[in-house]
């Protein structure tokens, strides 16, 4: 059983567009909403977190949207560069189960010049 | 900066045959993870540990286990390697819960090829 969904799959976004990935979960007492970069040949690397109590968080071009009563979270990518191409995982984690994570399908984006 | 080093990027192995990884971490970080990952699929969790000789199942931990002697060294192994093996297989660590909100790090996998 899938605990995150994640949408879409694959993304081609044109260079200074946005990029817009979106993530839905079903437990309620998931406390803590990372997203991962990976590139090719390399191991997922910590993008940006949220928790719970805060609606959105910005690290430069990149925006985590949380929204608690749909169950929904998102990463925007503004101004997307080809640099930005790699795939992108969204995550939560479930207290009582010490630090276990639980990963989406992860979503392919591709920025085109 | 966390370093998760996984001994080979790259493997050929045998069906039938016993395989092991190695995963070593510097961080004295408590809790270690195994995934795999396939195309579609995400990150599937094999095993963790959260303290040494302790582990616990994860998700897919069938034809697979583990071994932690040491607090910064976890190991996956493979009983008896068949070709639906073949994976990406990555390494993760992370402190314990008790340290706050905490992310995992990873390594940078293991591609495994099984014939």
């Known amino acids: 059983q899938q605990q995150v969904k994640q949408s879409p799959q694959s993304l081609i976004v044109q260079k200074g567009g946005i990029s817009i990935i979106n993530c839905a979960y079903e437990?309620?007492?998931?406390?803590?909403f990372p997203w991962y970069q990976q590139f090719p040949g390399k191991g997922p690397a910590l993008l940006i977190a949220i928790r719970p109590d805060v609606s959105e968080k910005k690290e430069g071009r990149f925006t985590i949207s949380f929204n608690k009563s749909a169950k929904q979270f998102s990463l925007h990518i503004m101004d997307s560069q080809p640099g930005d191409s790699a795939t992108y995982f969204c995550?939560?984690?479930?207290?009582?189960?010490?630090?276990?994570?639980?990963f989406g399908t992860g979503t392919s984006l591709t920025v085109i010049p | 900066d966390v370093k998760v080093t996984q001994s080979s990027r790259y493997l050929v192995k045998r069906t039938g045959e016993k395989v092991f990884l190695e995963c070593v971490q510097d961080m004295d970080h408590e809790n270690m993870f195994w995934y795999r990952q396939d195309p579609g699929l995400g990150l599937r969790l094999i095993y963790f540990s959260y303290d040494v000789k302790m582990k616990e199942k994860g998700d897919i931990p069938e034809g697979y286990s583990v071994s932690r002697e040491k607090k910064e060294r976890f190991s996956l192994i493979l009983e008896s390697a068949s070709t639906n093996q073949t994976s990406m297989y990555l390494c993760?660590?992370?402190?314990?819960?008790?340290?706050?909100?905490?992310?995992?790090?990873f390594g940078d996998g293991t591609r495994l090829s099984i014939l």
């Open positions: 437990n309620t007492a998931f406390d803590y």
């Open positions: 993760a660590s992370s402190p314990p819960r008790d340290r706050g909100y905490q992310p995992q790090h």
């Open positions: 995550a939560t984690k479930n207290p009582g189960t010490g630090n276990q994570f639980y």
